[in-house]
């Protein structure tokens, strides 16, 4: 006889426990249709690069732009505190592991200049392209202005965990409908992984969720606060609430997962579980463009008193758009990330992003391992 619980567990679901089940109809993959709106504005691809240093500035901005995405500029980041930050990507990809976190803790303690806000968005519009700014909610009443003033286009408030309520000693905290109603321009939220959240979020009028705590492969808060929820389940959940809330008001808002996705499979899977567009990160350091220098760290890993992400090396595969587009050179998925979506949704029937999401998904825990005996005991050419 099963004893009393104080609580119940249910299951979640990572990318490599589920697959996806090709559909009865199959299409060709150039018919195939990735647009993504976000408020007035239309990218043609379904893929953002994170705001991390060591991935997004204003020429890889103007580069994503350029091949159809959109790129994230971290506004509490190396670009604001740094007039010329070049030289501090150097020290960073030479200094030994052991000795990475207190560096990052050192070179961050320069305050964020106010002037070098303005600077690097207007780079960014003087090239023609979207600008895209995170900051935290701690910074956002700040920084959100000097931005807008110069020209971003979008602004992303960005945390490990963000809500709509959140309790604290200040006189007025951040409130997001504020925030929106003064800025005027569409505000991204996140990041969050449950039903209840997201829905709140929505509630407040942001144009765009990030889903995704703790996922990242640089991120360490699973290991130093224990908390995350495995992305599949994070995006179908957070989708859920999408759904609820389009049902209700007619405002249909995006699903951004973002973190964890470490193949052209992984990204697909987070369509079908229900997102509009996905946030690629350390796939992306891993560019010829990217600051790093084939190296990248965590928006928390240089905090003070508990860095919450870790330096860690990544190696350079390609230009942006050889990860983007192709052609592959490598046969592990990393490579040609919209040649893969397109040839998933192909296979199951799907037009569009929301054909996609409506495709079905099962539990595999074994589908990376069936019958790849041979990929598994010996390297790869």
């Known amino acids: 006889m099963e004893g009393p619980q104080f609580k119940q567990l249910r299951r979640a679901y990572g990318f490599d426990e589920v697959a996806i089940v090709p559909g009865d109809v199959t299409i060709n993959p150039e018919q195939t249709d990735i ?29 994503m732009h350029r091949l159809g995405g959109l790129a994230v500029i971290n506004l509490e980041g190396l670009q604001t505190r740094y007039e010329n930050p070049d030289p501090i990507f150097e020290q960073l990809a030479a200094v030994p592991a052991a000795q990475a976190t207190t560096l990052l803790q050192h070179l961050y303690a320069l305050p964020i200049q106010d002037k070098f806000v303005g600077d690097r968005v207007r780079e960014i519009k003087k090239a023609g392209a979207l600008c895209a700014v995170s900051m935290t909610p701690a910074n956002t009443k700040r920084l959100a202005p000097l931005a807008v003033e110069a020209g971003a286009d979008i602004i992303v408030v960005q945390s490990t965990v963000t809500t709509a309520r959140h309790i604290s000693k200040s006189p007025k905290g951040l409130v997001i409908g504020d925030l929106i109603s003064e800025i005027n321009v569409p505000v991204l939220v996140g990041n969050t992984v449950s039903y209840g959240a997201a829905l709140e979020l929505m509630e407040t009028g942001i144009a765009g969720l990030l889903v995704g705590v703790g996922p990242g492969a640089i991120c360490t808060s699973r290991e130093v606060l224990g908390i995350g929820v495995p992305q599949v389940t994070a995006t179908m959940d957070c989708a859920a609430a999408r759904q609820e809330y389009l049902r209700r008001t007619g405002r249909y808002v995006p699903i951004i997962t973002d973190g964890g996705i470490r193949t052209g499979g992984d990204m697909c899977k987070t369509f079908v579980a229900g997102a509009d567009t996905v946030m690629l990160g350390t796939q992306l350091v891993q560019s010829r463009e990217a600051p790093g220098m084939g190296y990248s760290w965590g928006m928390a890993g240089f905090h003070m008193d508990l860095p919450r992400g870790t330096r860690v090396k990544v190696g350079t595969k390609g230009t942006l758009k050889q990860i983007l587009f192709g052609p592959a050179t490598v046969s592990d998925g990393t490579q040609n990330f919209v040649g893969a979506l397109r040839a998933c949704m192909g296979t199951c029937g799907a037009f569009t992003i929301q054909d996609m999401q409506r495709a079905e998904m099962i539990v595999a825990p074994a589908i990376r391992t069936e019958g790849k005996y041979l990929q598994l005991t010996q390297p790869l050419g």
């Open 35 to 63: 647009h993504l709106d976000i408020g007035e504005y239309r990218l043609e691809l379904p893929i953002m690069a994170a705001a991390l240093d060591a991935l997004s500035n204003p020429q890889v901005a103007v580069e």
